[in-house]
């Protein structure tokens, strides 16, 4: 698998984690009477959480990946550049 593909992965199972834990508190919420929501707002609430975030995940995803190449690259340089430092004394 190539690195884009890894970090696609593991920025998809973040999302899946996240979404997990948003659904499992609501339900929580709701059967402990903090949230008062009848049974069909409930249902569209739940509905919409998971789109909502599959749309802010794609908004998303392009640039932080980009944003993870280029602090890669930053890192990379930096330890060419310690090591030709140290190489050079």
């Given at each position: 698998m190539n690195p884009k593909d890894k970090?696609?992965?593991s920025s998809w199972s973040l999302r899946n984690s996240m979404l997990d834990v948003t659904i499992s508190n609501i339900?929580?919420?709701?059967q402990n009477n903090q949230?008062?929501?009848e049974q069909k707002q409930l249902d569209i609430?739940?509905?919409l959480i998971p789109t909502s975030m599959?749309?802010?995940y794609h908004r998303a995803h392009?640039?932080?990946v980009a944003s993870v190449e280029d602090v890669v690259k930053e890192v990379?340089?930096?330890?060419?550049?310690?090591?030709?430092?140290?190489?050079s004394a």
């Open positions: 970090l696609s992965k339900h929580k919420a709701v949230l008062k929501i609430l739940l509905s599959d749309e802010g392009r640039s932080f990379s340089r930096d330890a060419v550049e310690e090591y030709q430092k140290k190489s």
